[in-house]
């Protein structure tokens, strides 16, 4: 069983004391299980994590291949993601939303569902179901947050003109449309911290400000980073304001929506359990800095990819090992680290 010995539940504890400082942020996970197995299985994994967090994550992509056979948006959501925010409601927690309109995992390309069927998100057709799908999830769900694009930045470098141009006009769009039904959710747009700052090809600080004209709805900003990617060998060469530059120049609040750091060694990248632990406690001083509003993993355990094989060339296996619990549900040291920080009494 997961919650081992000296983990502490966060109802067993306010994390007041005296000394112990405030934190800004809401911590948690999405549901994605280490594998596949059953509807069961994934319900038994987020319960497992729940006691490490106050809120969940929900990433999503669109339903395309749903959408194009021709059911609706609104029936799509009450069928999926509804169920999954209730749970996450009835476990007392709070909720950030996501919506991936391109492919997770090559920013150069669109979502696989719409490639197999020949379809674009430059086809209005397309663009429409995306905007029906996305205001069905802010008028059901209501997230706290809602992100209504990811990694905008790396999707103008990587893609072509033409498909970053179809998101800057959907996302407007569907702002619009719920702006215009007052309903709730704080919208954002996410940001690749490593392509902000250049980190991909050597190059120099480039910041997000097309973003911020592109995307002028935002009322915070969305944060995808993975230092380990960027050519950070150890996690204390992290600056201090690696979050907090990204929003200089704007009040707009940060939130960190996806990331992490691999507890094991991948081509040249060398890693272990015990510098991954180290990553989470600098990460909490770049959250700190940046009076952050959350921090979220996408992955509470790691990938067990031998069940389902990713394709050749995929760069999943790259992102398979940033659980703060091994496959087998064994926790790593870097749990340690997080629950010290959700100790800390949450003062947004």
């Not at 729940?50 to 959408?67: N, R």
């Amino acid at each position: 069983m997961l919650l081992s010995v000296g983990v502490v539940a966060v109802g067993c504890s306010d994390g007041n004391g005296p000394g112990v400082r405030p934190r800004t942020f809401l911590m948690g996970f999405s549901a994605i299980p280490p594998r596949l197995d059953s509807t069961a299985n994934v319900i038994a994994a987020i319960n497992n994590w729940v006691p490490h967090a106050d809120a969940a994550i929900m990433h999503v992509s669109p339903p395309w291949a749903a959408l194009l056979a021709g059911h609706t948006p609104a029936g799509a959501v009450d069928t999926v993601e509804v169920p999954l925010a209730n749970y996450y409601r009835t476990k007392g927690l709070d909720i950030v939303f996501t919506v991936d309109a391109t492919d997770g995992l090559n920013r150069a390309a669109e979502a696989p569902e719409l490639v197999q069927a020949g379809r674009s998100i430059t086809d209005t057709m397309v663009q429409r179901l995306y905007r029906e799908w996305v205001f069905a999830v802010a008028n059901a769900i209501r997230p706290d947050y809602l992100g209504l694009a990811a990694e905008t930045n790396l999707i103008r470098a990587a893609a072509p003109d033409s498909v970053y141009q179809a998101v800057i006009t959907m996302t407007n769009a569907v702002a619009a449309q719920i702006r215009a039904a007052s309903l709730p959710s704080k919208l954002y747009v996410s940001v690749q911290v490593e392509t902000a700052w250049g980190r991909f090809g050597g190059g120099t600080y480039q910041g997000i400000g097309q973003d911020l004209t592109d995307f002028s709805f935002m009322q915070a900003i969305g944060l995808s980073s993975y230092p380990y990617l960027g050519g950070f060998t150890v996690p204390e060469s992290i600056p201090l304001d690696y979050y907090s530059r990204i929003a200089q120049g704007t009040t707009l609040p940060l939130l960190v929506v996806e990331g992490g750091w691999s507890s094991v060694s991948l081509d040249t990248i060398v890693s272990s359990p015990a510098e991954q632990a180290r990553y989470f406690a600098r990460q909490e001083l770049l959250l700190d800095s940046a009076q952050a509003k959350g921090v979220f993993q996408l992955t509470f355990y790691d990938l067990d990819l031998s069940a389902n094989p990713p394709p050749p060339g995929s760069i999943l296996p790259l992102f398979a090992h940033l659980g703060l619990a091994d496959s087998a549900m064994h926790a790593k040291p870097a749990l340690a680290v997080w629950d010290d920080l959700l100790k800390r009494p949450y003062a947004p």
